[in-house]
Each structure stands twice: as C-alpha cells, then as structure tokens.
T-cell receptor, first 114, second 111 residues
Framework: GAVVSQHPSWVICKSGTSVKIECRSL??????MFWYRQFPKQSLMLMAT?????????EQGVEKDKFLINHASLTLSTLTVTSAHPEDSSFYIC??????????FGPGTRLTVT | DQQVKQNSPSLSVQEGRISILNCDYT??????FLWYKKYPAEGPTFLIS?????DKNEDGRFTVFLNKSAKHLSLHIVPSQPGDSAVYFC??????????FGTGTKLQVIP
C-alpha cells in the first residue's frame, strides 16, 4: 500500500518557540493532505485540509495563524506550530490519499512543549 | 460534541473467538462509515467500510454491520487472531466531507 511518512516522530521544544512537522507521501502524489491532532484518550480531530498550491482550509476553532500549513508540492505538506505553548502538546498525524475514503496515515509526531 | 462514540476503551478476547467492537453515532446525516486499525507507533490503516445504503459488508474475517435506526455499527472479527491486537477506530462521514473519528477501542487477543 501507499506510504506516508512524518518527520520528526517526536519533538520537544520550549514554550514560545516554533516547530515544523513534515508529512510526505513517498510513492504517490497527493493534491490533498489532512492534518489531525489527538489528545490522550480522545479521538483524532481534524485540524485542517492542506491543498497543494493553495491555502489550507481550517476547521472551526483551529487558529490558522498559529498552525501554519504549507503544501508546496504534491508529496510534501508541512505543519508549523508557532509560538508553541504547553497546551499544544499533542500527537499530530497527517494523512494523504487519492480520495477522502482512501486515506493513508503517517505514523504521527508527538510534540511536547516544556 | 463527540458525534462518533466508542464507549468501550478496551476489549479482551481469546484467540479463535469472535471480537465485537461497537460504535454509536449521533449525526443521522452520516452516510459512510469506516473502520481503521492502528498498531503502536504506526498510523491508522483502513480496514473496512460501509455505505449507509447497506446494512452489512464482509471482507474475509471482518464484517461490519450498520443499524441506521439505532445509529449503531459494529465490527466483527471471526476468528480473532493475536495479530488483530490493536486499537480500532470507528469513523463516519457525511456527503464526502471530513471524516469524524471515534476515540478508539483497544483490542487484545489472548493466545
């Protein structure tokens, strides 16, 4: 099956700094990628839809100026958490696929903000 | 507002027996349902899906049942195998819009 990678798998940063997470589709092109966040014992929550060559679409309640998404190529989308705070500590996971119902998920990135 | 609910956070089943994972939803407009399986340190992988026009879909050892009147779906795994031990997520979508996930059920199949 298709492979989606994420980098880094785990990152620790200090409060107030920014962190960039990469999501790559390794063997297919993805015009659309999705970014999710999962807090402990909660479900995967869609944060935004990343569209290649255009602006991302953010879900209600997600600050677009805090979670910057760039989808510059058909195989790479990045999520930058700006001015991170401890409450941003979470598990961030991306997905990509040919259609909404055939999504391949990355392994996720665990962000810890100290 | 948790529109997709998996009320059992964990389930243990003996190898060879049936595993039944349950999922309830509140949005009657959902028209497509999916199950994903997730191993530790990996992303979820698609397992099986069902459209709202059906009430059953089968794929090998996995069968999903949909009861629209009860807003309930279930995943049956028969026979259960140790390799099935994972977290299972139920998910739903409305009109090809975003996919809404449940909180997951951790299945342990005991050899």
């Amino acid at each position: 099956g298709a492979v989606v990678s994420q980098h880094p798998s785990w990152v620790i940063c200090k409060s107030g700094t920014s962190v960039k997470i990469e999501c790559r589709s390794l063997d297919f092109q993805a015009t659309t990628m999705f970014w999710y966040r999962q807090f402990p014992k909660q479900s995967l929550m869609l944060m935004a839809t990343s569209n290649e060559g255009s602006k991302a679409t953010y879900e209600q309640g997600v600050e677009k100026d805090k979670f910057l998404i760039n989808h510059a190529s058909l195989t790479l989308s990045t999520l930058t958490v700006t001015s991170a705070h401890p409450e941003d500590s979470s598990f961030y996971i991306c997905s990509a696929g040919q259609n909404l119902y055939e999504q391949y998920f990355g392994p996720g990135t665990r962000l810890t903000v100290t | 507002d948790q529109q997709v609910k998996q009320n059992s956070p964990s389930l243990s089943v003996q190898e060879g027996r049936i595993s039944i994972l349950n999922c309830d939803y509140t949005n009657s407009m959902f028209d497509y349902f999916l199950w994903y399986k997730k191993y530790p340190a990996e992303g979820p992988t698609f397992l099986i899906s069902i459209s709202s026009i059906k009430d059953k879909n089968e794929d090998g050892r996995f069968t999903v049942f949909l009861n629209k009147s009860a807003k309930h779906l279930s995943l049956h795994i028969v026979p259960s195998q140790p390799g099935d031990s994972a977290v299972y997520f139920c998910a739903a979508s409305q009109g090809y819009q975003k996919v809404t996930f449940g909180t997951g059920t951790k299945l342990q199949v005991i050899p």
